[in-house]
């Protein structure tokens, strides 16, 4: 069973005017693969991870996510679905204020029904990507590079079957970036499926597969052939 | 769903510190309505154990007589404007007789007016009152000089007064007053004696008259009537047996055949009916004013929607993140909604502290100006407070939190 199978899937907008963001697009993407879409500005991209993230709905076409038809559940249905086998990273990172790094790795437990123990489980996440120091900070006391770590902990801690990644590197500098990027290749190598929207051939290239989309359609899908292993060090030089 | 409070009660403490002078004015409007109402509440229970311990203080062994036509289900008939002039000193004297009304101890007769009192340049205009040398007997009261008079000097139209310790410090100052003579609507009186300090009973003062024999106020007047009539009977229970006792007397001799009541031109009320009456009226004033000071409540709710809806419009994002991490609609109506209620209850908190203290003043007040003050503040008042304040949380929170949890996540995440 595929974990993402899309099927001449198509997003329209209609206020005043017509806007068709995605037109009957179909791919299908295998658990443990990391796939980059990318493609210019307005081309679709984020509609169509939206859709694929459970956050939108698709105006036509068929999605089926682990099996089920995505089309047939209802809000609450999806919110369940997210908060168990979806994680998110934004460019724009998306923590709480006002709230420490920890509160912020534990919130998606609070919307589920997972007995586990929520801090002890949140800190794993963390020390995973090196935050283990910064478990009582606010999140208006670390940096970028650090806040998207934090988000990518939030995103793991209820072991999603996808992480999604919405430009996860558009607002750090190379240096932070990096880091980010060498986290998700390692989260991929310990089986995580990964999908990356980035409009940077360099970042792109850190993952497995390449969908190119142009105006709303999917121009290309091709496998990477020199897979970039990410090396922090040469990106500070 | 714990977990969920916790978290929601967190949240809402955070945004609320974080718009501490909006959250406070906001506030401000619950504290006050909630604070109003425990202090109307707790100043009108005052009153009525005021009133209620003064009638107690007189005995709940007393008969009133007062002449009209009156039915229980509108105590104010009687009250028509015009002076009913059926009773007489006569019917007094007839209820004192033992053979007819066994359990009489006394009855005292009035017949009220105003009067002008003068002594040497002096003048004092207060209430006379023509009553009985029985009056002692009946409402009790003790002097301070001098004697009450007595019923020779009732039935021979004496031209004596006893003074109201006010009046007494009004006309004589420091000098002595027994003795002396005094003008009162130009007739000489002597003054025989002067009442000790009583206050007020059931809204009369009883420092401010003058009293002088009944058959002399009435000449004085010209009338030949009197305003009601007072009896004391043994104990309360032989209050209803007296009742009829007196029913009986006055109707025949004020020649009234129909024994049912129906036309009878007198009524007979006793202390305890005048215990309900009073309870009855000050509790219906009591809610009224109640129910006065919580419509601000209203007002501070639309305060608590206004702060909500600044509230969700400012947290937009986080909605939308929320809901992206898999909150469902009620989690985000319930985060909000336990947000309005939380303000509104630390509100009716804060206003039940401020208005017990104001009516703990009020009773220190009352004592230090002698009344027999009841400090009270009912549990339910309290209750009543709380239950009102979150219910304006939970009624004016309701729209801005369902607004709330209806906001599209993609939308809400883009909103700027
Ligand atoms: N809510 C919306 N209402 C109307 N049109 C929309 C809406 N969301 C997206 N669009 C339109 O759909 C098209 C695709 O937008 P989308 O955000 O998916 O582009 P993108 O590829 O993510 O671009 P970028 O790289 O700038 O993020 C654009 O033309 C955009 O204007
Ligand atoms: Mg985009």
Same mark, same amino acid.
């Given at each position: 069973m595929s974990l993402i199978e899309v099927k001449n899937l198509k997003r329209t907008f209609e206020d005043g005017v017509k806007t068709y963001a995605l037109k009957d697009t179909s791919f299908v993407i295998e658990k443990g693969e990391f796939v980059a879409i990318m493609g210019p500005s307005g081309s679709g991209k984020s509609t169509l991870m939206h859709i694929l993230g459970l956050l939108d709905r698709a105006s036509g076409g068929k999605f089926i996510f682990n099996g089920k038809d995505v089309s047939k559940l209802d809000d609450n249905e999806l919110a369940s679905l997210r908060n168990e086998e979806i994680g998110f990273v934004f460019q724009s990172f998306n923590l709480l204020q006002r709230t420490t790094v920890l509160d912020n790795v534990i919130l998606p437990l609070i919307y589920s029904d997972n007995k586990i123990n929520a801090k002890k489980r949140a800190e794993e996440v963390l020390e995973s990507v090196g935050l283990s120091h910064r478990l009582d900070h606010y999140t208006n006391q670390i940096s970028g590079g650090e806040k998207q770590r934090v988000a990518i902990a939030r995103a793991l801690v209820n072991k999603a079957s996808v992480i999604f990644a919405d430009e996860p590197t558009g607002n750090l500098d190379s240096k932070s970036g990096a880091q980010i990027m060498k986290i998700l290749q390692r989260l991929n190598d310990d089986g995580n499926t990964i999908i990356l929207v980035t409009h940077e051939t360099y970042t792109a290239e850190c993952a497995k597969r390449i969908l190119k989309m142009k105006d709303g359609e999917l121009v290309s899908d091709e496998k990477v052939v020199n897979r970039r292993k990410v090396n922090v060090e040469d990106v500070i030089k | 769903m714990f977990k969920t409070l916790i978290q929601s009660v967190k949240i809402a403490t955070t945004s609320l510190l974080s718009n501490k002078i909006q959250s406070f004015l906001t506030m401000l409007g619950i504290v006050i309505g909630v604070a109003s109402v425990i202090v109307i509440m707790s100043i009108g229970s005052g009153v009525q154990s005021l009133i209620l311990s003064e009638i107690k203080n007189l005995g709940t062994n007393l008969i009133a007589v007062i002449p009209g036509h009156g039915d229980d289900e509108d105590p104010f008939a009687s009250m028509g404007g015009f002076a009913v002039t059926t009773l007489t000193y006569d019917d007094a004297v007839a209820l004192r007789n033992k053979q007819d009304v066994p359990n009489v101890i006394a009855v005292a007769a009035y017949s009220r007016g105003f009067g002008t009192a003068e002594w040497k340049s002096e003048t004092y205009s207060t209430s006379l009152t023509g009553t009985t040398a029985s009056h002692i007997d009946v409402m009790g009261g003790e002097l301070k000089e001098g004697r009450f008079f007595n019923s020779e000097e009732e039935n021979r139209f004496s031209r004596v007064a006893v003074l109201g310790n006010d009046v007494r410090d009004e006309l004589f100052g420091q000098s002595d007053s027994v003795g002396q003579k005094i003008k009162v609507n130009d007739y000489t009186f002597d003054v025989i004696g002067v009442m000790e300090e009583r206050g007020v009973v059931i809204m009369e003062d009883y420092d401010d008259q003058i009293f002088i024999p009944i058959k002399t106020a009435q000449r004085m007047m010209g /009338?030949?009537? /009197?305003g009601f009539i007072r009896i004391k009977v043994n104990s309360e229970e032989d209050i209803p047996q007296t009742e009829e006792d007196v029913k009986a007397i006055l109707r025949e001799r004020h020649n009234i055949n129909d024994r049912s009541g129906g036309k009878d031109d007198f009524m007979v009320k006793n202390t305890a009916e005048a215990l309900d009456m009073i309870t009855e009226i000050t509790d219906s004033l009591r809610y009224f004013l109640a129910i006065m000071a919580a419509m601000s409540l209203v007002v501070g709710g639309i305060g608590i929607m206004n702060i909500m809806f600044i509230s969700v419009t400012e947290r937009t994002r986080e909605v939308g993140l929320r809901k992206a991490l898999g909150a469902k609609n009620f989690h985000v109506l319930g985060q909000f909604l336990v947000e309005a209620i939380f303000v509104t209850l630390i509100g009716g908190i804060i206003g039940i502290i401020f208005g017990v203290a104001i009516s703990f003043f009020i009773t220190i007040g009352a004592h230090l100006l002698g009344y027999e003050w009841d400090f009270i503040i009912s549990l339910g008042s309290v209750v009543l407070a709380l239950v009102v304040s979150s219910g304006v949380g939970l009624f004016f929170g309701f729209y801005p939190a369902f607004k709330a949890s209806k906001l599209n996540p993609i939308k809400a995440l883009r909103y700027e």
């Open positions: - | /009338v030949n009537y /009197v």
